[in-house]
């Protein structure tokens, strides 16, 4: 097999869907209406576009155009800077007014507010009812609230909210028949009122969005700029341009077998794009055939585009498929499997899941028992606590993660660690921590070059470039070691900063960005220890990158590097990385030290709906606070539940995914309870304490739970 493998290889593509479609593209520009010679612009470049765009929006619309379209975007309520508002809506909503159709934007319904003579005459009424005691009160609250127009907070407090969840007493207080009939045609009204600003809003956005798409594509194309996005949605036309003849002849290859890895993570564009294809080789001669592989439980890619339903719509659209479940590990221990099983089946016994319950309870029973081929291998799980610091609980966790990692490749020299952490900052904070302690650890999370004394200082350098009376530049360099190589004094040197300035601006017209940065970097590479010296290297690497696009800025230059995420990968055998790159990885020993994200986050600001999970969005509405939704139709209720369960359900997806990368041993880190604690924390953490242990309280610096063997490494072999 694998000498016929070997013999075949010019028959075999592989690679992410991204570099298919991006074959695809270039092979069919002019059939798909790409710039040619098109190239995929980085993160600032695509920042700058946008701000162009935005920009251009602005000047091709008169004053009062524009000052009915911010007063969508804001309510009413212009305290927000415009460029924040417009930047905003354009990273939250515009990928998804490209997949949206514009009926899309118009399902919230619209209802009809009081006239103001009826509301004034019902705030009359209101105001005259003869109450007592605690409904009096009462009454004399909403009342003002109603005459400022305090709607939310009206419909949020006192008796207002008792007639609104339908209930009969205020504060043991029975709510008449009449009072409560006045009380509903006001809260009739604030529900237009807030409703129609919300459906506004949402008009405004699609609105703001379709200019802002015109002049973006026009950005685009000017500079032959491309998203992946893009890419993707120019493929998804392929169908309407060619037939798999051409494509085999322009690809020089025809495709027979299509195989997809990960494809819970596929995006509904992307499937789209794909579906023809996949047709034909489904439809095609008996030796052609089509395959996929994927695990529901570690759809963690949502937030990218990411739809775990797509395993549905795959059999819907091509037909019944062979289908084969695996539950059977082969990388981890029994000990490992065990505590995964114990996690995911005991979901049910966490006391304070509120808007997670259904979600958790649906993964819960859907969860199949796990079992492992590896059934002779030693292994070790447990749940430890971190020390308590009411200030910055946070800081304390990681700093005590850095000493058990300190404790564990003593113990167990020549094993694989991996630390999985949730966000890039907790990787940075454990880096310096574990270098700190003298260990050598693999940064793999990315984080941006500026994490480096020798590049903060050739920015520096280049600060003064553009502004040479930038006084903390001038101070950073005259401090250094470099400063006697520029021959700058201090921060009060303008002649030598103003010198500089010109001698940076010339260096960089005639050598490049590229070739300056690289001779500046070897200047200062004698004096700085290895790990500064990658992170230099890095640094030409991106000015050579940079080069073709550079400005006589070099504040662009700038920009980049501290925005640009650069990972700093070793062959250590401590690797610090996000859960979600540690996807598809295995390690000996995984420790995991920051598991106190929320179940239930905070919401995104817009509501999505999909017919059938994966369908063309056929609803967007801005999310309505919980105590809120009770003013909408249940079917828009039902909406924001779903998406309350596909985010808890990814939560969940995001814990199976770190729970099993390990092989032998699983260390948990988690913060003691609260001195003052209550409320059972409705949190990974809790999730862990409740399932592994039980819900009392946990003291700090405490091993709360663990399984197999602690000295496994002693036994292994």
């Known amino acids: 097999l694998l000498r016929h493998f070997a013999s075949h290889l010019h028959l075999l593509r592989v690679g992410t869907i991204d570099s298919f479609f991006a074959q695809v593209a270039r092979s069919f520009a002019l059939e798909l209406g790409v710039p040619l010679a098109w190239r995929i612009a980085d993160t600032v470049e695509d920042e700058d576009l946008r701000d162009e765009a935005i920009e251009a929006v602005l000047a091709a619309h008169d004053e009062q155009d524009l000052l009915r379209l911010v007063n969508l975007l804001t309510k009413g309520d212009a305290q927000r800077r415009i460029s924040g508002l417009l930047r905003d809506t354009v990273g939250e909503l515009y990928q998804v007014y490209l997949d949206a159709a514009p009926d899309a934007w118009e399902r919230l319904p619209r209802y009809q507010p009081l006239s103001d003579d009826d509301l004034t005459q019902a705030l009359e009424e209101l105001r005259e009812l003869p109450l007592e005691g605690a409904l009096k009160s009462g009454r004399d609250q909403d009342y003002d609230l109603a005459l400022r127009g305090e709607w939310k907070e009206f419909l949020r407090k006192g008796i207002t909210k ?117 047709e034909r ?151 310096y921590e574990l270098r700190r302690r003298g260990i050598h650890a693999s940064e793999e999370g990315g984080n941006p070059l500026t994490d480096s004394a020798a590049v903060q200082l050739i920015l520096a350098l280049l600060k003064l470039a553009d502004h040479p009376g930038d006084t903390i530049a001038r101070y950073h360099l005259a401090r250094s070691n470099w400063g006697e190589r520029w021959n700058i004094k201090g921060r009060n040197d303008q002649k030598a900063a103003l010198r500089i300035s010109r001698s940076v601006r010339t260096q960089l017209l005639n050598e490049g960005y590229g070739a300056a940065v690289l001779a500046w970097a070897d200047e200062l590479a004698g004096e700085c220890a290895a790990r500064e010296q990658s992170r230099l290297k890095q640094l030409v690497a991106l000015a050579y990158s940079h080069g073709p696009r550079a400005t006589l800025r070099t504040s662009d230059f700038i920009r980049l590097v501290e925005a640009h995420r650069i990972a700093d990968p070793t062959a250590h055998a401590v690797r610090v990385t996000t859960i979600h790159r540690a996807k598809g990885l295995e390690f000996d020993i995984v420790v995991l030290p920051e598991l106190d994200k929320r179940i239930t986050g905070q919401p995104d600001r817009f509501v999505v709906h999909r017919e059938q999970g994966t369908g063309p969005i056929d609803c967007i509405f801005e999310h309505v606070s919980q105590d809120l939704q009770a003013l909408l139709p249940k079917r828009f209720q039902e909406m924001i539940a779903e998406a309350t369960r596909r985010d808890v359900t990814e939560t969940m997806c995001v814990l199976y995914v770190a729970l099993t990368r390990a092989a032998h041993a699983l260390h948990m880190i988690i913060p003691p309870s609260k001195e003052n604690e209550r409320t059972f924390p409705a949190t990974l953490s809790g999730l862990l304490r409740c399932t592994l242990r039980d819900t009392e309280a946990v003291p700090p610096e405490t091993t709360i739970w663990q399984h197999g063997d602690p000295g496994w490494f002693e036994t292994d072999s």
């Open 162 to 278: 008792c007639v609104l969840n339908e209930q009969a007493t205020y504060k043991r207080k029975a709510i008449e028949p009449h009072v409560q009939a006045i009380y509903q045609r006001l809260i009739d009204h604030a529900k237009a009122v807030l409703l129609g600003r919300t459906a506004n809003f949402t008009l405004g956005a699609r609105e703001f969005l379709a200019h802002f798409d015109e002049q973006y594509r026009r950005q685009k194309h000017q500079r032959r700029a491309m998203l992946f996005d893009d890419v993707t949605r120019a493929v998804m036309r392929l169908a309407e341009v060619s037939d798999a003849e051409e494509m085999a002849f322009r690809m020089d290859a025809q495709i027979d077998h299509l195989l997809l890895d990960e494809f819970q993570d596929t995006s509904p564009a992307q499937w789209t794009a794909i579906r023809p294809m996949a």
């Open 281 to 431: 080789v489904v439809n095609g001669s008996g030796k052609t055939s089509f395959y996929c592989v994927g695990d529901i439980k570690q759809a963690i890619y949502g937030w990218r585009g990411g739809v775990a339903e797509i395993f549905a719509t795959v059999e819907d659209q091509l037909g019944k498929m062979n289908e084969q479940t695996l539950a059977k590990s082969y990388r981890s221990s029994p000990v490992i499997i065990d505590t995964v099983n114990r996690v995911f089946q005991n979901l049910d016994k966490h006391p304070n899941l509120r808007r997670a319950e259904a979600a958790i309870d649906a993964f819960g029973k859907s969860f199949p028992h796990h079992e492992t081929a590896k059934t002779s291998l030693a292994g070790y799980a447990c749940l430890q606590t971190a020390p308590r610091d009411e200030e910055d609980q946070n800081a304390a966790t990681l700093n005590y993660a850095a000493e058990q990692i300190e404790a564990i490749i003593r113990d167990a020299p020549g094993k694989t660690v991996g630390v999985l952490c949730r966000t890039n900052d907790a990787i940075a904070v454990l880096i």
